[in-house]
């Protein structure tokens, strides 16, 4: 079976696209999401993003972490979506789309710029060392010190395996405030089970951790994560964020075709 594709990325968090509105892919075949993900045999790809049509919506995103397995919402992997439903000629400067965790808004404000609309967020878990919320996809943030010298991988690993967030398990941040409405973060995915450049679910989950710790009265955000600058705004009301948008570039890398 010969594949087409499109590879997109954001802020590094790079995807594998496949336009499926004809429903050709073996959703089921993991084995084979995670060859295509694979940096060394397949494409290479932080995770698989399958475009499908929706009844309701302009397009219904289906997403895969690298590991081959269906996750939660990726917003990086939103964001590129967005671009590419642009790309085919599906919409042109704003899109609805359908996702594992409801219906998502976006706008496109220039050929790389996407913000998307992002999970309201209400319950926040914070304990003295840490903070737990679910922008879509579970998020474990912790302040650190010396952010450069953090290993990741290791401690980010220790926690997401942990008896804290069971068979699930959880991604997570570690966090240096640089000004007062200034993060910069580096974030264990799992799934990916290493640390990606960037993951928007986490960005936006350190945006609002931070605000709900106090650490920042700003509500909208900029967030430094390895492979550029993403920027977080929402609305509080009560105990709830609101009107939460993830913006920050998506960027089509290339296209090709792979036999499977």
């Known amino acids: 079976m010969e594949i087409s594709f499109y590879k997109y990325e954001g802020t590094g968090n790079d995807f594998v696209m496949i336009d499926n509105r004809d429903l050709f892919f073996p959703k089921e ?18 995770g698989l993003i399958l475009l499908e049509n929706d009844v309701d919506a302009n397009f219904n995103m289906v997403y ?3 590991d081959g397995n269906p996750s939660s919402m990726c ?44 999970s309201d967020v209400s319950d926040i878990n914070i304990q003295t060392d840490y903070v737990f919320l679910d922008t879509g996809s579970p998020h474990h943030v ?10 990741v ?10 008896q804290l967030y069971g068979e699930k398990g959880s991604n997570v941040n570690f966090v240096k405030q640089t000004d007062g409405s200034t993060f910069a973060i580096r974030t264990y995915e799992r799934g990916v089970e290493d640390e990606t450049l960037s993951c928007g679910t986490g960005a936006t989950a350190v945006a609002i951790a931070m605000h709900a710790l106090g650490k920042t009265s700003a509500n909208s955000i900029v967030i430094f994560v390895e492979g550029g600058k993403l920027e977080v ?20 890398v290339f296209k090709g075709s792979i036999e499977c």
């Open 64 to 66: 895969y972490n690298s």
């Open 233 to 252: 705004s929402f609305v509080k009301e009560g105990n709830a964020y609101t009107d939460v948008c993830l913006k920050g570039p998506a960027t089509f």
């Open 75 to 118: 917003g990086n992997g939103g964001r590129c979506i967005v671009a590419f439903a642009k790309q085919l000629g599906l919409i042109t400067e704003h899109a609805v789309f359908s996702a594992v965790d409801g219906i998502h808004h976006a706008t496109i404000f220039d050929p790389n710029i996407v913000s998307l609309q992002m």
């Open 142 to 151: 912790t302040l650190v010190e010396d952010l450069r010298n953090t290993d």
């Open 153 to 162: 991988k290791a401690i980010g690993s220790q926690i997401r395996y942990g």
């Open 29 to 46: 075949e993991h084995v084979l999401v995670k060859h295509l993900c694979d940096r060394r045999f397949g494409i290479g790809g932080d």
